[in-house]
């Protein structure tokens, strides 16, 4: 089959190699969609914190928001048949420990995530090897574009765990990504009264609107603190959900939080960061949480996104075809200013 290796900073190339085999309790799938992920090009250009701090190491096999067609199925494989249309989870466990007997997943000492820290061999490849614990069934009333999405859902969906909200709450979503859409998106599904979205692109803020956002805020235009201030009557939003990994971003989201507020924080930082405003976090009684990937994220978000009316296609921005799949990499500032969310296309 014909898969895409990184091997070091911009260093990819698509390549055969050999198709996996569906032994055991593993599963094979033909690729159909596959997601373009900021974490993707950080590894391609060699920018990700995980390639300093040795958590990744080239040759990498990156790719982790995907869906696709059951081909094979092992001799242990009970839930799926040929055929089936399915999406997976971004990370795999052992399948051995006492963790994974339990089915604790996320508990499990030897967890590998799909392209990216420890690497389980990614999706920017024709066929997937995963074992069936870590496949769902796609629902049919989602499209293959819709079950790529999910991932990065998943991703969003992590930050609102714990949350209640209500009519009267305001989120705060900063970035204007896929996951700042879907985070727009989760939290008007959830109930909140007002969402408003900061951004600096006039035209992706259009898409906020679409999907979840009651209010746009372009941060090129007017200070973001004092707008999220003013649509809140001055108290600051009840949840922020900050997906830019931007240093300003994190500060603004501190800045704009309500009083026992919660900040999520759904994003990488390349550096460390200085200058954060911490004594308004601890006056304000502000809780401050990282939010990412976990067990039953996905299958959880996969529900919502069956049985939302508001569907996710306007923040997909771009089908590329997989043949061509390279150029988003090596070209990525023709892309940048209109791309939301680029799917790789395999048929």
């Known amino acids: ?17 050999e198709k996996p085999r569906a032994t055991g309790d593993m599963l094979v799938m ?4 596959t997601g373009v992920c900021a974490t993707d090009q950080s590894i391609y250009t060699g ?4 390639i300093r701090s040795g958590e990744i190491k080239f040759p990498c096999r990156f790719g982790h928001e995907w869906a696709g067609v059951v081909e094979e199925i092992g001799p242990d494989v009970t839930k799926f048949k040929v055929g089936d249309r399915v999406y997976a989870d971004n990370f795999v466990s052992c399948g051995q420990c006492d963790a994974c007997k339990r089915g604790d997943y996320m508990a499990c000492g030897h967890i590998r995530s799909v392209g990216t820290v420890n ?3 990614g999706c920017y490849a024709e066929y997937m090897q995963m074992p069936e614990r870590h496949v ?15 991932e990065p859902a998943s991703i969003a969906y992590d930050a609102f765990r714990g949350v209640e909200l209500q009519k009267e709450d305001t989120v705060a979503v900063f970035g204007t990504g896929a996951i700042g859409m879907i985070a727009a998106w989760l ?3 959830y109930g909140a009264g007002q969402v408003i979205m900061v951004g600096r692109s006039p035209d992706k803020l259009e898409v906020a609107l679409k999907v979840g956002a009651d209010k746009a805020v372009n941060s090129r235009q007017e ?16 949840l922020i959900v900050e997906t830019s990994g931007a240093a300003s971003a994190l500060k603004e989201s501190i800045l704009s939080a309500a009083r026992y507020g919660r900040i999520s924080v759904v994003s990488f930082y390349e550096r460390d960061l200085d200058g954060i405003p911490i004594d308004p976090l601890v006056l304000g009684c502000v809780s401050m949480v990282g939010a990412a990937g976990r067990a039953g994220n996905a ?25 061509n799949c390279l150029d988003i990499f090596e070209h990525e500032e023709k892309y940048h200013a209109e791309k939301i969310k680029a799917m790789i296309d395999f048929e």
Request: proline residues 7%.
């Open 30 to 33: 033909k690729v159909k969609r």
């Open 223 to 238: 200070d973001a603190v004092e707008a999220i201030k003013k649509l809140t009557g001055g108290k600051g939003a009840n």
């Open 119 to 121: 690497c389980w061999d």
């Open 187 to 189: 939290a008007k599904f």
């Open 47 to 50: 920018e990700s914190s995980f």
């Open 299 to 323: 299958p959880g978000v996969c529900e919502i996104m069956r049985i939302n009316p508001v569907k996710l296609a306007p923040i997909i921005t771009h089908h590329i075809p997989f043949e």
């Open 136 to 150: 769902f069934l796609l629902p049919d009333e989602l499209s293959m574009d819709e079950g790529a999405l999910i």
């Open 1 to 17: 089959m014909k898969a895409v290796t990184v091997y070091g900073p911009r260093n990819a190339r698509m390549e055969e190699v």
